[in-house]
């Protein structure tokens, strides 16, 4: 059974940082992509990042680009998301999640209907 756990989320303010954590577990991941996704009120959820475990190949929505930055570690089955420049606008509950159809599909999906497997969610709050 996978699962995945975020941390890392919480209250602060513009233009400071934030870490998240997505621990997983439950299965090999080398061929699969992880990715993150944030959902504010009233909006649906969006694709923030992803990466690709074998190989490491980054993917970035425009409104993130350059200011956050997704990695992993191998060794401990963890993906972050560092995320700086924090702005108001970023104000989310941030999943991760895990695509399974990666290797088959040949690259990453952008869409959250392919991602099988979520953690719960993070509260991430950026006061202007």
């Known amino acids: 059974q996978v699962q995945l756990v975020e941390s890392g989320g919480g209250l602060v303010q513009a233009g400071g940082s934030l870490r998240l954590s997505c621990a997983a577990s439950?299965?090999?991941?080398?061929?699969?992509?992880m990715g993150w996704f944030r959902q504010a009120p009233g909006k649906e959820r969006e694709f923030v990042a992803a990466?690709?475990?074998?190989?490491?190949?980054?993917y970035y929505a425009d409104s993130v680009k350059g200011r956050f930055t997704i990695s992993r570690d191998n060794a401990k089955t963890t993906v972050y998301l560092q995320m700086n420049s924090l702005k108001p606008e970023d104000t989310a509950v941030y999943y991760c999640?895990?695509?399974?159809?990666?290797?088959?599909?040949?690259?990453?999906?952008?869409?959250?209907?392919?991602?099988?497997?979520w953690g719960q969610g993070t509260q991430v709050t950026v006061s202007s």
């Open positions: 999640a895990l695509d399974t159809a990666t290797y088959y599909r040949g690259g990453i999906s952008y869409s959250a209907r392919n991602y099988d497997y």
């Open positions: 439950g299965r090999t991941f080398s061929s699969y992509a």
């Open positions: 990466i690709r475990w074998s190989g490491g190949s980054t």
